[in-house]
């Protein structure tokens, strides 16, 4: 994980990374890459993964809003901190799908339960999943993952990159994947909760065109479910 700091303010680069050490201390796991910018520029010449961003919009040059948005296009799966003063660039930020809005003056409690929640989406977003078909296995991001359906005895994963007939059961994609991202909608549909489009009292509809049955009596908990996992990318 590399986590980036992009403000002009020296305080609040200071505050943040301190905030940050405190934060992995606290979970008892070493502090990841910190690697801090004072202008827009700087940080789009990085080269670097980019993992989590905390990022000023009132900066000189280039503003945040250009600079989140553009690194958005180069990686959409950047987890990304608004930190400012001004409550107006709220909707401009929502735009390009930031993680979280936070203000300055930053409050440690509040900071320590949003970056629970951003190396969560982090950790979810890395796992890498096996998928055994009678020909060969193909590890994939679990985010890649789209559904797993059963037809019989027959169970495909359904991903971003093509569809495999799994050798194994529905009960195994139930134990494997993460429990948070996926839920099983129906006897014969596991689903991932990011690639959910809209849905109603009987199908859910995905990405790439596939959609899944929703069983009646799970509606609500399903509903429940996909509000929770949008309230924790917001």
Known sequence: MRILICDDDALI????????RNFFEHISVKCPELVCFSDGESLLAD??????????IEMPGMNGIYVGKELKKKNDKIIIFIVTSYSEYLDDAMRFHVFRYLSKPLDKQRFFRNMKDAVNLYNTMTVKIPVETKQSVHTLPASSVIAVEAQGRKVTVHTTLCDFESIHNMQYWLERLPKNRFFQTHRSFIIN????????????????HQSAYLTKRKYSAFKEAYLLYLESTR
């Not at 080269?47 to 000023?56: A, C, H, P, V």
């Not at 990011?194 to 859910?204: C, P, S």
């Open 13 to 20: 680069i200071e505050q943040l990374q301190q905030y940050i």
């Open 47 to 56: 080269k670097g993964e980019k993992d989590i961003l905390f990022l000023d």
């Open 193 to 208: 909760l990011e690639h959910v489009t809209d849905f109603d009292h009987n199908l859910v509809h995905m990405s790439d």
